[in-house]
């Protein structure tokens, strides 16, 4: 059983960044694939980026291409979500969660795990 816990998030200005960070406090994330995730009030939950176990291997979301990165420090089972140019449609409860164990590749499905979530607002 892995439990993740985000953290970082807060409150910026449009065009502002964020760095969120996702830590394993019991279980293993190493040898899996790992995802963010961001939901809103009364809308699905959407997929955001992902991460291959080695870290090889990332996809996002259209929405937020060139302007985030996903990486991951397998050494201090941490993923990170650096988000640039914040736009107040980012607005979202933002969570990880682990994917397949040692996917060579990721996708926007097959996760679990889910964090507890970090609030991101963008002000306009």
């Known amino acids: 059983q892995v439990q993740l816990v985000e953290s970082g998030g807060g409150l910026v200005q449009a065009g502002g960044s964020l760095r969120l960070s996702c830590a394993a406090s019991?279980?293993?994330?190493?040898?899996?694939?790992m995802g963010w995730f961001r939901q809103t009030p009364g809308k699905e939950r959407e997929f955001v980026a992902c991460?291959?176990?080695?870290?090889?291997?990332?996809l996002f979301a259209d929405s937020v291409k060139g302007r985030f990165t996903i990486s991951r420090d397998n050494t201090k089972k941490t993923v990170s979500l650096q988000m640039n140019s914040l736009q107040p449609e980012d607005t979202a409860v933002y969570s990880c969660?682990?994917?397949?164990?040692?996917?060579?590749?990721?996708?926007?499905?097959?996760?679990?795990?889910w964090g507890q979530g970090t609030q991101v607002t963008v002000s306009s």
């Open positions: 991460i291959s176990w080695t870290g090889g291997y990332t």
């Open positions: 019991t279980g293993t994330v190493s040898i899996y694939t």
């Open positions: 969660a682990r994917g397949d164990m040692f996917g060579a590749v990721c996708r926007s499905t097959n996760f679990g795990s």
